[in-house]
């Protein structure tokens, strides 16, 4: 059986760096970096998914911007449809309700942290696209 899965991400940025976030150890994938979000629930859009999920996970209200990019993950029998947005923090202090750790960090930096393998091409395409001068 093939299962597809709506997935949606945040990349946010605040003072140069971006956000990013450790899964919990116990998780699929634990302690690995991703960019913050999760699954689309039944009659949510896209976007009330990601303001959700950020929420939930990390106690902020954040505010949609754009679409950064899409993009099809492969693995075992199930296919995830990843929709990123780039987005802004506009209210909240920051709670590891469901990460390990989170981290700012500059686009430099980011090569120094292990990504889960979908978020790897959401890596690249930050640095092709915002090279840093």
Not at 9 to 20: E, M, P, Q, T, V
Not at 95 to 116: C, I, P, R, S
């Amino acid at each position: 059986m093939y299962i597809v899965k709506q997935v949606t991400a945040a990349i946010i940025k605040k003072d140069g760096k971006y956000l990013i976030c450790q899964r919990g150890a116990d998780d699929e994938c634990g302690l690995l970096w991703e960019f913050p979000g999760g699954k689309l629930e039944e009659g949510e859009t896209l976007e009330e998914c990601i303001i959700r999920e950020i929420k939930e996970e990390l106690d902020l209200d954040i505010r949609v911007l754009d679409v950064f990019t899409t993009n099809v993950y492969h693995f075992d029998n199930k296919e995830v449809l990843f929709t990123v947005f780039n987005a802004e923090i506009t209210g909240g202090t920051m709670k590891l309700n469901e990460h390990n750790d989170a981290k700012w960090v500059t686009l430099g930096e980011l090569a120094d942290y292990e990504f889960m393998p979908a978020d790897i091409v959401f890596v690249e395409k930050l640095l092709k696209s915002y090279p840093e001068n």
